[in-house]
């Protein structure tokens, strides 16, 4: 992506969040789509679940100190 093409892009009166979607739309529309975001996805995960599971165990007596 041309990074002179998105301050363009910014500048006009148009939510950020309209801009996001449009373009992920395109995105995954074209040939190239980079699916190397997915065992990243997955580390991700799996770190949110082990402190999840950590903090439910830790506090399970609901006695924090307010």
């Known amino acids: 992506m041309d990074r002179g093409s998105i301050a363009y892009v910014l500048s006009t ?3 950020r969040s309209a801009i996001a979607f449009t373009q992920a739309i395109e ?6 789509v980079n699916t190397a975001f997915i ?3 997955a580390v991700l995960a799996v770190i949110a679940i082990a402190f999840y599971t950590a903090g439910a165990l830790r ?4 006695d924090l100190p307010l």
Request: glycine content about 12%.
């Open 13 to 15: 009166p148009t939510k």
């Open 27 to 32: 995105s995954i529309g074209t040939g190239e």
């Open 39 to 41: 065992w990243k996805l």
């Open 59 to 62: 506090f399970q007596k609901k």
